[in-house]
């Protein structure tokens, strides 16, 4: 059996502790396991140890029990609220009395204080008091009002009203019930139970032979505060009250309103059977003029449990659907929401554009897609970014990918199970992924991994819109958009008998093909700024040699591949410094140039000339390293750089052999290193460096001359 969750109340006070543990217990103890721990017994009790979560009475009790609980453990202090119980004792009180409002701190006293104004009790002259407060209050003032601590209350005091312990505000349990992932309906169930304390309240207030006009408006103050548009009729079934948040929805105003039989104002809504029989009315989709509303009704008991009258509360359809996407986003924090559109693909290259611009026709259908691209090109990007610019925005945006999940849970995950459908099931069952995307968009990426028995329940869902349960037999309908990927080859799979053709034509009802990286040339170099900025907030600047390396190499790995060089290039590039061959990750450079990186090995500047030549020599460049610095030289002694295409005709017509660009610009960014020439600017050509002269007479004059000799000056 799953261990329940649990919640630790904690409290200054043991009344404010038991009464709130009550309180939890009543509202949510169906749930969860509710203990408490009163900071009058310092020591943590046993049985709160290990609570999922811990709810403090205040932010005074928050610092007291900082270090006696795990920092990992989830803590929320509460917000309060007054009890309604004996309210109408304040809002009885003339304007002008002077009254001290108890409590245990200066922060609760304040926070009383700042309730009762809320409630429009800005006639009275409210004095905070507390045991520790300095200088004490004013001695004539003769009543109190405090928040279940009377005895806190000064001796001289003739009069307390005593509110009773604050309560746990309704944001608090919206709070408590969107962490531990209880039941949505709760939120509405519980706001039902604030609703009714407040027209508790409003019925003895307008049974109370003291009521005045000054009285009936803090009441209208304390129901227009609920945002739920309420409405209330007697037992004659004569409107009683309508709040501004009711007159506002529907255009009818309380004037006109009030004392007039429902029927006459709202003739499509029937109470009758909460009057007569106390049956509640939950959730009622109903119609008002041209309008859909979610009504619920409640009664209004008096002590002897007869009714009194009803309330009834309107929410626009549209409202609780919202509300309903929210609660579902922010139970399903991790994978359900689309975090990408359109406007987040990166790149300028047509082929980019033309893709998304069919990309963004697909999305106002809800057909299949089906996306083909290579790994790394950013697949659910447009998926998600599919999903952002659709009719089904608002929905979630469930992912899956097969190649990451066994295939022996890949059924379950993906339709749910019933309560003991194999062994290890969850008690009471779990919705499937396609049950969680509801209105919204399931990711199926890597599509081509999954098994033949799951193509086959997936070709069913996608021609029936249902599902069922693994070891259920209820059929549950589904509105789903359906975007599968894949990195392979579909239709050779269905040749070998790998995937199943009326899959993959059902699949394939719109085809998107993502283009490789390698083929949008324009679009790498923006990616580099764009990660180099996104990461580490700077630009990476580039040499030519290096613009030219990254636009010629392949990318088998394709956006993923290029973002880790940048963060690699970011890593050992200095701020401000061009970034060159050298910079380069090891396996890129090895792939790029094999014949001459592989055989180039770091040279120690610090070597005299015999240990650079006796180097070239093992490596069999020494010729070539002469020949080519000899043709710079001639140049440079002209006060002219040699460029590239000249030297590599000169080369050509002195060995015989054809150099290439790619061969040449290797052999000069090797000079280069050893500092023997400098590769000047676009257009400035490349000269010959003083070290590269004094190499240069090293040469002719060494026992080399025999080799160099061979190739001629």
Known sequence: MEKRKSICFIGNHEKTTLTLTKQLNFLLGQYLDIKSWCLQHMEVP???????????????????????????????????????????????????????????????????????????????????????????????????????????????????????????????????????GLPKELINNISQHYVN????????????????????????????????????????????????????????????????????????????????????????????????????????????ESVEGVVTTFKPVGQVQELEYKVRRELKKQGNIAKYNFSDIIGTSQQLENVSSLAHQFAKTNLTILIEAESGTGKELFAQAIHNASDRKNGPFVAINFAAIPDNLIESELFGYEDGAFTGAKKGGKSGLFEEAHNGTIFLDEIGDSGLDVQKRLLRVLEEREVRRVGGRNIIPIDVRVIAATNQNLIELVEKNMFRSD???????????????????????????????????????????????????????????????????????????????????????????????????????????????????????????????????????LDKGLGRSTLAKRMTDCTGEVYADHKLRQLLNLLVRMELIESGKTKQGTKIT????????????????????AVGK
């Open 690 to 709: 003083l070290l590269g002269t004094d190499f240069l007479q090293y040469l002719e004059k060494s026992k080399y001359q025999n080799l160099i000799g």
């Open 197 to 304: 304390e407040i027209f508790n309240l409003s019925k003895r207030i307008q049974t109370s032979a003291q009521i005045n006009n000054n009285l009936k408006r803090r009441l209208e103050v304390i129901i227009n505060t609920v945002d739920e548009a309420i409405l209330a009729i007697d037992k004659e079934q004569k409107i009683i009250l309508i709040n501004s948040a009711f007159e506002h929805l529907l255009g009818i105003n309380s004037f006109s309103a009030i004392d007039k039989k429902l029927n006459n104002i709202l003739p499509q809504v029937d109470l009758t059977s909460t009057l007569t029989n106390t049956l509640c009315i939950v959730n009622k989709i109903q119609q008002i003029k041209n309008n859909y509303y979610v009504l619920n009704a409640y009664p209004i008991l008096d002590t002897n």
């Open 46 to 180: 046993i049985d709160c140890y290990d609570c999922d979560i811990y709810v403090t009475s205040s932010y005074t009790a928050l610092s007291k029990i900082t270090g006696s609980i795990s920092p990992n453990k989830k803590v929320i202090v509460a917000a309060r609220t007054l009890d309604t119980a004996n309210l109408d004792k304040v809002l009885e009180l003339i304007p002008g009395t002077q009254a001290l409002v108890v409590a245990d701190s200066e922060e609760t006293t304040n926070m009383a204080i700042h309730l009762l104004k809320k409630l429009g009790t800005n006639y009275l002259e409210l004095v905070p008091y507390y045991p520790t407060i300095t200088p004490k209050p004013d001695k004539n003032i003769t009543l109190a009002i405090t928040t279940g601590l009377s005895h806190l209350v000064p001796s001289n005091i003739k009069r307390t009203i005593d509110l009773g312990v604050k309560s746990i505000d309704l944001s608090t349990y919206v709070e408590l019930i969107i962490e531990i």
């Open 503 to 637: 899959l993959f034509y059902r699949l394939c009802t719109l085809p998107l093909g993502i283009p490789p990286l390698r083929d949008r040339e324009e679009d790498i170099l923006i990616f580099m700024d764009y990660f180099a900025q996104k990461f580490y907030q700077r630009k990476i600047l580039l040499d030519s040699s290096v613009k030219e390396y990254l636009l010629k190499y392949s990318w088998p790995g394709n956006i993923r591949e290029l973002e880790n060089i940048v963060n690699y290039m970011c890593s050992i590039v200095p701020i401000g410094e061009t970034a060159t061959i050298k910079h380069l990750p090891i396996y890129l450079t090895r792939n790029i140039t094999p014949k001459i990186d592989t055989a180039f090995k770091p040279y120690n500047y610090d070597n005299k000339f015999e240990l650079k030549a006796q180097e070239l020599v093992n490596q069999d460049l020494l010729k070539i390293i002469y020949l080519t610095l000899n043709e710079i030289q001639s140049y440079s002694s």
